[in-house]
């Protein structure tokens, strides 16, 4: 089992940054692949980023590319996403994720545990 808490999320305005950071424990965190997901009121949850097990290789949705950078540190079994220039459609609950891929993943269903979730809301 692997058990991972977000933090970081909150208000910023339009053109603001933040970082989010999940925590991971239970099990060896560079077993895992990372992704962050988001769900907006009333849609589905989307996928914004992933990581591989190493750090090497990361895959962005096409909506945060050159805004959003995911990056982890396997020594302190945390996984990050700096979001710049952000937009009111950026807002959205933020959802870590891990897979016992350690290639990147792209599709939610893929996923084996999830986070709780922050609220990430952007002002216009």
């Known amino acids: 089992q692997v058990q991972l808490v977000e933090s970081g999320g909150g208000l910023v305005q339009a053109g603001g940054s933040l970082r989010l950071s999940c925590a991971a424990s239970?099990?060896?965190?560079?077993?895992?692949?990372m992704g962050w997901f988001r769900q907006a009121p009333g849609k589905e949850r989307e996928f914004v980023a992933t990581i591989n097990w190493s750090g090497g290789t990361t895959h962005y949705a096409d909506s945060v590319k050159g805004r959003f950078t995911v990056s982890r540190d396997n020594a302190k079994n945390t996984v990050y996403l700096q979001m710049n220039s952000l937009k009111p459609e950026d807002t959205a609950v933020y959802y870590c994720a891990a897979t016992n891929d350690r290639w990147i993943v792209v599709s939610r269903w893929e996923y084996d545990y999830w986070g709780q979730g922050t609220q990430v809301t952007v002002s216009s």
């Open positions: 239970g099990r060896t965190f560079s077993n895992y692949a």
